[in-house]
């Protein structure tokens, strides 16, 4: 057993959460160590609709907080992280057999005004008889509104709230499970077993449970506690179709349940469809869409679009699972978003409970603020006016951002360009190094995928197979075929072990 020595904190759990836990953690001082027992994201962090978003239909519920402090954070990431979060707008056609226009107007006026709103535009409404948006809309619906929330890529954003946390100190180990944690002399001592089969010991004076779906598993497996069940697990499914529209808007659409549908671009010449909202019962461990999921999503798009969509069109589906805190809400959709922490015992056990990729940095920092008493000297609040790595371009300015780039790089074609520049943002540099044309950017595996930047990915982003890299770093996936996913398989397998993060 290999002793990874003493550590203020350890973190189980290496989704948004954890990963934002341990970037603001190790940002105030503290020796950390955040464990996943998969890869980075690879469970509901980037199963999610890729929105940074306040979330409008939570106003119907109540979630004033909620609501307003996810407005507020949408900025605050717009700043951190221009090259994956970006503005979007959403168009809302309104049907009254769901809501009354009233209401719809009442909820966007204080989606306008509750979080302070600086740089997105505000809701306008919309003619869709005349007005371009309208031009894939049924003539049924005749008046749609308009308003701003953001797009994230959001395995990307658990990535570099990874880095920041190792380059502030951090250690980060992926695929290494916790398997055992108890209180020995005052102190948590955790046991982590990894896919080879080394086991690691490290002790801790605080234990942070950022699980996700997984939480009550730590809590009564990993810790060995009986505690009950606090969460719910609600399964959400994805679809991705051709995109069948003109124009960067989205779309979102009101189902004859009233849930909203997003219906947004991606990945430039496709759409992302989403979501459902199911009770999990069983695993949160290898989820699927199933056959209901993708005609319900279906059925709710061709509702108001004239280009009809059908099963063919359907060309991937993922499904993540939220783990939302049990406020015993009968409709899965009423269960709240917020986010809830547990303290238990000494050492502590911290737990998270609930909680929305928006909400994040907040959820990191409260939960920091909590363990001030058992870490009376660490440093103060500090990630609300920090940049994410890549993010540390002037004004936060994209667009200038890229056009200068477009000129370094006269060479590269601009697609390709303007894709590393939105994954790693001013680290794209180092992804390109010293390639002058597209050959020294070594073996083109189809798309936009070269050797160099599956090279950068092992090397540097804790990336060890190829479902991490098409997946998860990047979404190049979408764009190959299944013999040019194989050949990626290939390469990487044949990758010798040194090049991987240790």
Not at 69 to 95: D, G, K, T, Y
Not at 119 to 129: H, N
Not at 264 to 282: A, M, W
Not at 350 to 365: D, H, N, P, Q
Request: aromatic share 8%; glycine share 8%.
């Amino acid at each position: 057993m290999r002793d990874l020595g003493s550590v203020d904190c350890v973190i189980i759990g290496g989704g948004i959460n954890g990963a934002g836990l341990a970037r603001d953690a190790a940002g105030r001082g503290l020796s950390v160590i955040l464990c996943e027992k998969d890869d980075l994201a690879q469970g509901t962090s980037s199963r999610s609709g890729k929105l940074i978003h306040g979330g409008l239909r939570y106003l119907e519920y109540y979630e004033f907080r909620l609501v307003r402090e996810a407005l507020i954070e949408r900025e605050v990431l717009l700043n951190a992280a221009p090259h994956i979060v970006w503005p979007m707008r959403f168009v809302l056609p309104h049907s009254p057999e769901q809501r009354p226009a009233w209401l719809i107007r009442l909820g966007l006026f204080l989606y306008d005004h509750l979080g302070g709103r600086k740089k997105l535009p505000g809701t306008r409404k919309l003619d869709l008889r005349t007005a371009p948006e309208g031009r894939t809309i049924r003539d049924a619906y005749a008046t749609a509104f308009e308003y701003s929330d953001c797009w994230v890529d959001d395995a990307r954003l658990v990535v570099l709230n990874a880095l920041d946390a190792e380059q502030r100190g951090a250690q980060v180990l992926t695929r290494a499970a916790a398997t055992s944690a108890r209180r020995v002399d005052g102190a948590w001592h955790v046991t982590f077993t990894k896919a080879d089969g080394e086991t690691l010991l490290a002790r801790a004076r605080v234990l942070i449970n950022a699980a996700g779906p997984w939480v009550d598993t730590v809590i009564n497996g990993v810790v060995g506690a009986n505690a009950k069940p606090r969460v719910r697990l609600v399964k959400g499914s994805h679809i991705i179709v051709p995109k069948f529209w003109e124009g960067p808007q989205a779309y979102v659409f009101q189902h004859t349940d009233k849930r909203l549908i997003f219906v947004n671009p991606y990945e430039h010449d496709k759409c992302l469809i989403g979501t459902t909202d199911i009770p999990q019962d069983g695993s949160p461990n290898d989820v699927k869409a199933s056959e209901a999921e993708i005609d319900y999503l279906l059925g709710a798009v061709n509702r108001y679009i004239k280009h009809r969509l059908t099963r063919a069109d359907v060309l991937h589906s993922f499904s993540g699972v939220r783990p939302l805190y049990d406020d015993n809400a009968e409709n899965p959709s009423a269960i709240t978003r917020d986010y809830v922490f547990n303290i238990d015992g000494t050492p502590p056990l911290l737990s998270v409970f609930g909680g929305k990729i928006t909400t994040y940095r907040k959820l990191a920092e409260h939960a920091l603020q909590k363990l001030i008493p058992y870490f009376p000297n660490m440093k103060g609040d500090w990630t609300a006016g920090a940049v994410l790595p890549g993010g540390d371009m002037p004004n936060a300015d994209f667009t200038a951002f890229m056009d200068s780039m477009l000129l370094k790089y006269e060479w590269m074609e601009p697609e390709l360009l303007v894709h590393f520049l939105r994954l790693y943002g001013t680290r794209a540099v180092n992804v390109i190094g010293g390639a002058t044309s597209l050959q020294d950017l070594g073996r083109h595996f189809g798309g936009e995928l070269y050797a160099a930047e599956i090279d950068y990915l092992m090397k540097h982003e804790h990336a060890e197979t190829a479902e991490d890299i098409l997946y998860r770093r990047t979404k190049h996936y979408v764009h190959l075929s299944e013999a040019q996913r194989a050949a990626v398989a290939a390469y990487v397998a044949a990758k010798p072990r040194n090049s991987v993060n240790p």
